[in-house]
């Protein structure tokens, strides 16, 4: 959850920090020394002040024994004491005038029990000194926007400045993805290291960003979310600034032992639940560091696609291949050029030329580089076409400048003369030296992606991104907890509350006995199911309680069978009798779970139902609440979707009744409350506009 003390006007007033205390400096620290050395590679310009024991000069920086004895109170202080002497440099800072502070410090939760005592010591004196502090075992800040700086982060000279901003959980993480943005002349705006977060969480940081007019793109990495309510807010409001999260998430939430009993378990758990968050609140994920900065320089670029389609132009009809091979893994959008822009290109390039997308020009553009300001403009206006990539190969040296320095400024000018802001794709992911750098700054051209496959993927998400901003979502409605929800038990239960929810429930009876299994049976008129009812048993086949399509007249001695199985396999499994109902042919079965995820709350899953749930494992998974759009679309995500049209001469299902059916079964598993674990239908039969819940199993926390 997150501290209601972090407000943007807390971390404001952190981030923009121009005068700071350096607690723990120390000539002899090999620590201290690099604390000093990153505020001069940051261009840090505001004071500093070496705070310690004997109030000694440290790195040529004036010395105190205290916070307070400082003639001018500073606006932070970075604390990097031993552990067991954090809160007195705290309750210290706080005495000076310090609202907020940094602790770079260790030993503290990442180290066990007595750190993690320590660090809920330390919480308790910041909040009871009205201080909130940014770590512990943080790597601290740069804002290099506003040049305020309280880091041990490094950076490479000359320091970059853009528009990305970077925050990581982990300080060597965040070193990596530093060097790696430097490496491919990727500015930044801010970047931090959030450490153990024990009051400013990396969705706080996300949510303050959001605001920050020198950020254009959030690259954050995520190793746990600790305030989900936070990020969540953070990225609507992302989505409706048009301001792209990109998250770089490792590690799988570790699901209950309540629900990892049920089917729901095998679908929902682990990673697939992020991933249903990042689709619903419009995160962009991503695989690895080069990925996740290559897709925000990209953004950062093009902002949203006003238009869905992606042309690339090239010299290399090999590139043109790959690209058209990687573009459809990716899921970029190369629609066909309309009509009249192929008539246009094939009256400027050779004969012999394609005017397919992507576009080959050929190598004669190498002797006619007239061609690129001939067939750039036409690619530009395609009525299905939002961006323009042109392939380069990137020099590697001296001998290869001579090509960018002749076809570079004549690709840009096509661009520019156009009103578009170029954009350069390099084959492969490769630093790009002085000279070529040179070339590219005296063109104009500020924006190159390097690398076929992460610039790929990076196109994909800009698509997907720029289609979520242009059109909007419905938010689906909020559900609340019944006051005094039922503590069901056993199949019928559920399927009784279900039946009251608007879910289509399998009529049935529960018999006590033989002879009323058969009177049962003989009043559905056709073949029926028998099964045990029992709140102890959760998946009936395999304790030997459940028989299909039974004869009405059989029905007696198949009672007394399941009984007798059930009496063997699970001797002291409770029974409250056979449930007899009618046995439902043809059609499709479908699963449909609710698991509780402890990170994000109520998730449900959809895929094909019986057998197949585990087998295929062909899921669709969202957080709840949803609506009837979002069922369609996890239903039309499956693999098995054609099923649901209709096959063979099987009735197609009506996707709307059905979707209403996923509805109301995610609005009544909310309904449970918070002591829900999990609630699964396994089947869901569909048979045309007919929609019943089969089978049903509710399980508890605890």
């Given at each position: ?164 901003a970077v925050v990581s959980q982990s300080g060597a993480v965040a070193n990596e993805i530093g060097k790696f943005a430097h490496q ?123 238009r869905p389609g992606i042309a690339l132009a090239s010299v290399s009809g090999g590139g043109c291949g790959m690209f058209a091979d ?329 996707l709307d009744r059905l979707a209403e059916v996923i509805v109301a079964i995610g609005n009544a598993a909310l309904a449970l409350g ?29």
């Open positions: 959850m997150t501290d209601p003390r972090v407000t943007f006007e807390v971390l404001r007033q952190l981030f923009t920090a121009q005068n700071v205390a350096l607690v723990g400096a120390s000539e002899r620290s090999t620590w201290s020394q690099m604390i000093v050395r990153r505020f001069h590679d940051f261009g840090h310009q505001g004071r500093l002040y070496a705070v310690n024991r004997d109030g000694k000069e440290a790195h040529g920086l004036p010395g105190y024994r205290s916070c307070r004895d400082i003639p001018e109170p500073p606006d932070t202080a970075i604390i990097f004491v031993p552990a067991h002497s954090v809160a007195g440099a705290l309750e210290d800072a706080a005495d000076a005038g310090i609202a907020s502070t940094v602790v770079l410090s260790s030993g503290f939760a990442e180290a066990g029990a007595d750190g993690e005592r320590l660090q809920r010591e330390l919480v308790e004196t910041a909040r009871q000194r009205g201080v909130t502090f940014f770590g512990p075992n943080s790597l601290g800040f740069a804002n290099i926007a506003s040049g305020a700086v309280a880091t041990a982060i490094g950076t490479r000279a000359p320091v970059l400045k853009g528009r990305i491919q002349g990727m500015g930044l705006s801010f970047i931090c290291a959030t450490g153990n977060e024990a009051m400013v969480t990396t969705a706080d940081v996300i949510d303050y960003l959001v605001d920050d007019p020198a950020t254009r793109v959030i690259a954050a990495y995520i190793e746990a979310v600790s305030a989900t309510d936070r990020l969540g807010a953070a990225a609507r409001r992302a989505l409706a600034a048009k301001k792209p999260i990109i998250v770089l998430k490792v590690g799988s939430s570790a699901m209950s032992a309540e629900v990892a009993k049920a089917h729901t378990g095998a679908m929902v758990g682990d990673d697939r639940v992020f991933d249903a968050a990042c689709r619903q609140l419009g995160l962009i994920r991503v695989r690895s560091i080069e990925e996740m900065m290559v897709t925000a320089a990209l953004i950062e670029a093009t902002g949203p696609l006003d990687l573009a459809e893994q990716h899921g970029v959008p190369t629609p066909a050029f309309a009509l009249e822009t192929r008539r246009k290109l094939a009256e400027v390039l050779p004969s012999f030329a394609s005017t397919l997308n992507p576009l080959d020009m050929t190598g004669v553009v190498l002797q006619d580089t007239s061609l690129w300001s001939k067939a750039l403009p036409i690619l530009f206006d395609d009525p299905t076409i939002g961006l323009v990539v042109t392939l380069i190969a990137m020099p590697g040296a001296d001998a290869e400048m001579p090509t960018c320095q002749v076809h570079w400024p004549v690709i840009a000018k096509a661009y520019r003369d156009a009103g578009k802001r170029p954009l350069l794709l390099s084959q492969v992911i490769q630093p790009m030296g002085p000279e070529a750098r040179q070339v590219a700054e005296s063109s104009g051209l500020r924006d190159i992606v390097f690398g076929m496959d992460f610039g790929t993927r990076a196109l994909g998400h800009l698509a997907r991104w720029s289609q979520r901003i242009n059109n909007a979502v419905e938010l689906a409605a909020e559900v609340s907890a019944l006051e005094d929800p039922p503590m069901l038990e056993g199949e019928r239960a559920a399927l009784d509350f279900l039946a009251e929810s608007g879910v289509p429930v399998v009529p049935a009876m529960v018999a006590q006995n033989a002879s009323e299994a058969m009177a049962g049976a003989a009043s559905l008129a056709g073949p029926v199911v028998l099964k045990i009812a029992s709140p102890d048993i959760a998946h009936k086949t395999e304790a030997g309680g459940i028989r299909l399509g039974i004869a009405p007249g059989d029905a007696g001695h198949v009672h007394d069978e399941l009984r007798a199985n059930v009496a063997r396999t699970l001797p002291d499994a409770r029974i409250d009798g056979v449930i007899v109902s009618p046995m439902r042919s043809g059609g499709l079965e479908l699963f449909v779970g609710v698991a509780r995820d402890a990170d994000w709350g109520l998730a449900i899953a959809v895929g094909l139902g019986g057998v197949w749930v585990e087998i295929l494992k062909d899921s669709a998974v969202r957080l709840l609440p949803i609506g009837k759009a979002d069922a369609h679309e996890m239903l039309r995500s499956l693999r098995a979707a054609p099923l649901l049209d209709g096959y063979r001469g099987a009735p197609a299902a009506d918070p002591r829900l674990a999990a609630l699964e239908i396994n089947p869901l039969w569909v048979r045309g506009d007919a929609v019943e819940a089969l089978d049903a199993l509710v399980v508890w926390q605890g």
